[in-house]
């Protein structure tokens, strides 16, 4: 024990003769490191690491202003290699600069790291509140603090919950089965606790907290992973007779998606995969977001063009953008979805809520404007979409009643469905053209197979690029394009 406690010692000790700048390099290398355990790559054990290290340099930390300076380094790191995928979208759009997205994805990640920075301040004063505490119970307290940010992470300022710590392990559907009971954030929370207990064997505990804190950590995955594979051992089948769904993915590149020439053609080309001849009879089609191009509300010659591909008795299900007209004719844009029956009428519609800030809406506008944002967002006729009134369920013939949501919607735990009804399934049309061949798609699909568990609802995705699946009550995919 007495040699642990030394290398501990020693190990501080370097920590604390590095220079400032080198500390925090060294943090910020850390947090790249955890975003290698994240979709798709899954390296899980290096969280083993970057942890530890963290929680060492802070555990060194001279002042609170340093403490909270490497949390923020350390999500600096984490969420510029978890969120580069933003840049991209950049590049699809004509009407924004191409060098703008390396901008706007770092500028996104260097707000972000200001939660890891809080958790970071936080730790340290409850250090200096509780000087003599266990280390067992200052490594807990930091997973607490990271799980906190985490959640209002994903709720301030609208949320961006995107790539919580605890999917790291959707790669295993036994391991995702607990978050049926306290969701991702609770197996977030589990996961940076385990990953920092090396802490305690370098600390100078003694008696079982040493080495039986990390004893118990890996009893707690065991048990996590024996209980969600019991469960999948006794998991029912999801699947409703008389429904054959067919999902259309035209993988129509973003940077066509919009242009007058294409228009024309990305419509018909979702109408041809429609008829294509099938093994079993479809009862229902559905299109992913903005599949139709057009305000399809106020045009009735395209929704017959779809009435004519709607198998009989059944619905073609699809994203397209809604126009209303508002006070002196100033135009109401959503970004909604349609059920179109065969004979072209609208048999239900949900408009999105929870909009994209700068990708649908420009927050702040009269401001930014000032700054020259004017043209950040150039939105369909000039104007921002406007979000829906609530989450809904539709009810349509033929189907279980559904919740809808489109495109990022789905990232939102706790926010998938409307509370009081019925719901047997999730519908998530999306569009995850802006991201390309990045880690982006296979994250937002991972944010919906923890959505499945959560609910214990089985989801369908569709997409115009990236990847469509059936997903079952228990977050397994069934199938995929």
């Not at 580069?84 to 790291?113: H, K, Q, R, T």
């Not at 419509?267 to 299109?287: C, E, G, N, Q, Y």
Request: aromatic residues 12%.
């Amino acid at each position: 024990m007495a040699d642990q406690s030394q290398q501990g010692d020693r190990l501080e000790r370097w920590v604390i003769r590095r220079s400032v700048w080198a500390r925090h390099g060294i943090s910020f290398l850390c947090g790249g490191l955890a975003t290698l355990a994240l979709p798709p790559i899954y390296i899980v054990p290096l969280l083993l690491v970057a942890f530890p290290v963290l929680l060492l340099l802070l555990r060194a930390a001279p002042t609170r202003r340093h403490a909270a300076a490497l949390g923020w380094w350390f999500g600096a790191g984490h969420f510029i290699s978890g969120f580069y995928w933003i840049s991209i979208a950049f590049m699809v759009n004509d009407d924004v600069s191409d060098a703008a997205g390396p901008v706007a994805a770092v500028g996104v990640a260097l707000v972000m790291a200001v939660y890891p920075a809080l958790a970071a301040l936080f730790y340290v004063l409850w250090r200096r509140w509780r000087p003599k505490a266990p280390v067992t119970a200052d490594v807990l307290m930091f997973a607490l603090l990271w799980s906190v940010m985490e959640v209002l992470r994903g709720w301030l300022f609208t949320g961006f919950p995107w790539n919580p710590i605890g999917s790291v392990w959707a790669f295993s559907p036994a391991m995702m089965q607990s978050s049926a009971v306290w969701s991702v954030w609770g197996l977030g929370l589990i996961t940076v606790a385990i990953a920092v207990l090396p802490v305690t064997v370098l600390s100078g505990d003694n008696g079982w907290r040493r080495y039986g804190s990390v004893a118990i950590g890996a009893f707690v995955l065991v048990v996590l992973w024996g209980g969600g594979a019991l469960r999948l051992n006794m998991a029912s089948s999801s699947h409703v007779p008389d429904v054959q769904l067919r999902l259309v993915q035209a993988n129509v590149n973003q940077n066509e998606k919009w242009r007058d020439d294409r228009l024309s053609d990305n419509f018909t080309r979702h109408l041809a995969m429609s008829i294509v001849p099938a093994t079993k009879p479809v009862t229902h089609i559905i299109w992913p977001e903005t599949a139709i191009p057009y305000f399809i509300n106020r045009d009735s010659d395209r929704r017959a063009m779809v009435a004519d591909v709607v198998p009989t008795g059944g619905y073609v299900i699809t994203g397209a953008p809604r126009l209303e007209r508002g006070p002196g004719d100033a135009p109401i844009i959503g970004n909604s979805l349609f059920a179109i029956d065969d004979i072209g009428a609208m048999a239900g519609a949900y408009d999105k809520v929870h909009l994209v800030p700068f990708g649908e809406y420009l927050p702040f506008r009269s401001f930014l404007m000032a700054l020259g944002f004017e043209r950040f967002v150039p939105g369909i006729l000039g104007v921002d979409f406007t979000p829906g009134p609530d989450l809904k369920t539709l009810s349509l013939a033929g189907l279980p009643p559904f919740s809808p949501l489109i495109c990022y919607e789905i990232i939102f735990p706790g926010a998938v469905v409307k509370h009081g009804d019925a719901v047997s399934w999730i519908l998530n049309i999306t569009n995850d053209g802006w991201y390309g061949q990045s880690t982006g798609p296979y994250q937002h699909l991972v944010a919906a197979q923890f959505r499945a568990v959560e609910e214990g609802l089985p989801v369908i995705r569709v997409a115009g690029t990236g990847i469509s699946a059936v997903i079952d009550s228990y977050g397994r995919i069934e199938s995929s394009l």
